[in-house]
Nanobody, 124 residues
Framework: QVQLVESGGGLVQAGGSLRLSCAAS????????MGWFRQAPGKERESVAR????????YYADSVKGRFTISRDNAKNTVYLQMNSLKPEDTAVYYC?????????????????WGQGTQVTVYS
């Protein structure tokens, strides 16, 4: 079992930055593919970024590519999402998720564990 707790959300002006953190419990963190998802009001949840267990491979949605960076510290059981050049359309609840599958066999539907989410609001 993996428990995930996100933090770092908040209110920020457009063009600003935030760093989200996701602390994981359990002994399997270092073998999990980790992902960040978001859901805006009235919209479906979407994948934002994904990182392999060793941190070497990453994926970004086109909408955040070049602005967001996912990273992880397996010694601290933590995954991060650095968000720069934020836009009002980035406003959403951001969720951290863990998948026991290897990175290249992970899809949006194979994340078994989810955090409670953290709100990010970007105002213009």
């Amino acid at each position: 079992q993996v428990q995930l707790v996100e933090s770092g959300g908040g209110l920020v002006q457009a063009g600003g930055s935030l760093r989200l953190s996701c602390a994981a419990s359990g002994r399997t963190f270092s073998s999990n593919t980790m992902g960040w998802f978001r859901q805006a009001p009235g919209k479906e949840r979407e994948s934002v970024a994904r990182i392999s267990s060793n941190g070497v491979s990453t994926y970004y949605a086109d909408s955040v590519k070049g602005r967001f960076t996912i990273s992880r510290d397996n010694a601290k059981n933590t995954v991060y999402l650095q968000m720069n050049s934020l836009k009002p359309e980035d406003t959403a609840v951001y969720y951290c998720a863990a998948s026991a599958r290897p990175y290249y066999s992970t899809s949006d539907t194979t994340f078994q564990y989810w955090g409670q989410g953290t709100q990010v609001t970007v105002y213009s």
